[in-house]
């Protein structure tokens, strides 16, 4: 497995942070397959800190595909 990410963050308030974002990655040898084939996705979110940790909401496209229908991912905790 790979993967990388790099973040620009700015923060509105104390509470509340923006984040642009570009991943990159694969994960190989799944199905006897051992070629790289990394894929990425760009997009932006938003960052809550709350009292029991960050929450935060993101929208996300594909970068290297012909379908740049985007979705939206819903995560707490943060990689950092």
């Given at each position: 497995m790979f993967v990388t990410n790099l973040e620009l963050r700015y923060d509105f308030t104390d509470k509340f942070t923006g984040v642009a974002f570009y991943d990159y990655g694969d994960a190989w040898g799944l199905r006897g397959t051992t070629e790289f084939d990394g894929k990425g996705g760009a997009g932006i979110g938003v960052l809550f800190n709350s009292p029991i940790g960050a929450i935060r909401l993101d929208y996300g496209v594909p970068?290297?595909?012909?379908?740049?229908?985007?979705?939206?991912?819903?995560s707490m905790g943060s990689m950092f």
């Open positions: 970068m290297n595909d012909d379908n740049r229908d985007g979705r939206t991912y819903f």
